[in-house]
C-alpha cells in the first residue's frame, strides 16, 4: 500500500522509501481525529503559527473521504509518534524534508508536518499530563511548531516546518521549553539524539553521568532572542528542578547536561570579543575531544538563507556574528560542530 500511495502522490525515491516504512507501521488502533477548521485556526494561534501560514494549513487538511493517500499518511506518521512517545531510546524515524516553495514542493507535502501536529497534541499533551507537567511548559514547548514555521517563512518565503524531525522530537515528548533553554532527555550512547562523546573506556572511567546508558539532558538554543548569561541562568536552574522532579534518578549518582552544537566551535572564540553572548556560553561546558566539519550548519543557523555556501559573497555583514563566519570560510577555515557537557 505504503508504493501505491507513493506511485499517486508522484514521490520520489526517499519519499517512497518514508512511505513504504509506514505502511510497515500500520494504522493506529486508535481513531485518528483532526480538529475542525475554526478549532484547528485557534489551536495553531495558540502553538505561535503566524496568521497566513496558519490559514493555509487549514486549508490544505486532509480527510479520509478528501486526499485519502495524506490521510494514509497521516494516521501512520500519528501512530508511530504514540509507539515511540516517552521512549528517546528509540531512533527518530526519517521524515521527508519538504522545504522551499511552491516551485520546489507543493504547499500540501510543506503543510503535512502540521497537520502531524495538530492531530498528535492531544496525545503529547495526555502524556505530559501523566507526568505531573505543568501546562505552562507543557504549550511552551508545544509552541515549537510555530517557531519552526516562522523560521521556514523568513527562509522560503512561504508557509512550511523547518526542521521537521525536531519538531517531531516534541511531539514524542522528548523536548522540554524551560525559558531562553530547550532541554531533551535521553540516555547516552542510546538512541540518535546522542551527542560526539568520550571513547568507551575514557567515559567509563570519568565514572556516572558518562557511561553508556546514563541519563543525560540535552541542552539546545532555540531561536527566541538573545541568549544572555542571566536568561541562560534561569533555564539552568529551572532545568535542575524540573528533571530532579519528574525524571528522577534511579542508581545514578550524577547527571550531566550536553550540548552538541556549532555555538560550541572554539574557533569563535578567536573572532567574537571575550564579553560575547556566544563565548560566555561556550565558557560554561568542558569540551568533549574531536568535531565534525559543518560549514553549512553554521550558515544555515546565521543567515536562514537558501544554500548560503553557493552565496557567501552576498550575504548579509550586519553583526559580528556574520561578518565572523564569513571572515574565517574566505580566510580558508571550516567551522566544525562541538560536543561539551556541564554538571546539571
Given at each position: 500500500m505504503g508504493a501505491a500511495v507513493a506511485k499517486a502522490l508522484g514521490f520520489g525515491t526517499s519519499e517512497t522509501s518514508w512511505a513504504d516504512g509506514l505502511d510497515a507501521v500500520g494504522k493506529p488502533p486508535y481513531e485518528l481525529v483532526l480538529p475542525p477548521p475554526d478549532e484547528a485556526t485557534e489551536l495553531l494561534r495558540r502553538l505561535g503559527v503566524p496568521e497566513t501560514d496558519a490559514a493555509e494549513v487549514v486549508a490544505t487538511l486532509p480527510s479520509r473521504s478528501g486526499l485519502p493517500e495524506w490521510w494514509w499518511l497521516?494516521?501512520?506518521?500519528?501512530?508511530?509518534?504514540?509507539?515511540?512517545?516517552?521512549?528517546?531510546?528509540?531512533?527518530?524515524?526519517?521524515?521527508?524534508?519538504?522545504v522551499g516553495t511552491e516551485q520546489a514542493c507543493s504547499l500540501q507535502r510543506r503543510c503535512f508536518m502540521a497537520h502531524v501536529f495538530l492531530a498528535m497534541v492531544p496525545h503529547t499533551m495526555a502524556w505530559h499530563r501523566s507526568r505531573g507537567l505543568a501546562e505552562d511548559i507543557s504549550w511552551a514547548s508545544m509552541a515549537d511548531l510555530g517557531r519552526h514555521m516562522v523560521i521556514h517563512r523568513r527562509t522560503y518565503g512561504a508557509t512550511g516546518v523547518d526542521a521537521a524531525w525536531w519538531v517531531t522530537v516534541c511531539l514524542r515528548a522528548e523536548v522540554f521549553d524551560l525559558g531562553r533553554l530547550?532541554?531533551?532527555?535521553?540516555?547516552?550512547?542510546?538512541?540518535?539524539?546522542?551527542?560526539?562523546?568520550?571513547?568507551?573506556?575514557?567515559?567509563?572511567?570519568?565514572?556516572?553521568?558518562?557511561?553508556?546508558?546514563?541519563?543525560?539532558?540535552?541542552?539546545?538554543?532555540?531561536?527566541?532572542?538573545?541568549?544572555?548569561?542571566?536568561?541562560?541562568?534561569?533555564?539552568?536552574e529551572r532545568a535542575k528542578g524540573f528533571?530532579?522532579?519528574?525524571?528522577?534518578?534511579?542508581?545514578?549518582?550524577?547527571?550531566?547536561?550536553?550540548?552538541?552544537?556549532?555555538?560550541?566551535?572554539?574557533?569563535?572564540?578567536?573572532?567574537?570579543?571575550?564579553?560575547?553572548n556566544i563565548v560566555r556560553f561556550q565558557r560554561r561546558f568542558e569540551l568533549v575531544p574531536g568535531?565534525?566539519?559543518?560549514?553549512?550548519?553554521?550558515?544555515?543557523?546565521?543567515?536562514?538563507?537558501?544554500?548560503?555556501?553557493?552565496?557567501?559573497?552576498?550575504?548579509?555583514?550586519?553583526?559580528?556574528?556574520?561578518?565572523?563566519v564569513v571572515a574565517h570560510l574566505r580566510a580558508g577555515g571550516h567551522w566544525r560542530t562541538r560536543s561539551g557537557w556541564v554538571d546539571l
Open positions: 497521516l494516521e501512520r506518521s500519528c501512530h508511530w509518534l504514540t509507539k515511540v512517545m516517552g521512549d528517546p531510546d528509540e531512533s527518530h524515524f526519517t521524515w521527508p524534508s519538504w530547550q532541554f531533551n532527555w535521553f540516555h547516552l550512547g542510546a538512541g540518535d539524539t546522542s551527542p560526539w562523546w568520550y571513547p568507551l573506556e575514557e567515559a567509563r572511567h570519568r565514572g556516572p553521568g558518562f557511561r553508556p546508558g546514563d541519563f543525560c539532558v540535552g541542552v539546545h538554543i532555540p531561536e527566541s532572542g538573545p541568549m544572555t548569561p542571566a536568561a541562560c541562568d534561569d533555564s539552568f528533571f530532579s522532579e519528574h525524571f528522577p534518578l534511579v542508581g545514578q549518582r550524577r547527571r550531566l547536561a550536553t550540548c552538541w552544537s556549532w555555538l560550541l566551535d572554539d574557533q569563535l572564540a578567536d573572532w567574537l570579543p571575550p564579553e560575547s568535531s565534525i566539519e559543518s560549514d553549512g550548519n553554521i550558515l544555515e543557523f546565521v543567515f536562514r538563507v537558501p544554500d548560503p555556501l553557493e552565496h557567501l559573497d552576498a550575504l548579509p555583514q550586519r553583526t559580528r556574528l556574520e561578518r565572523a
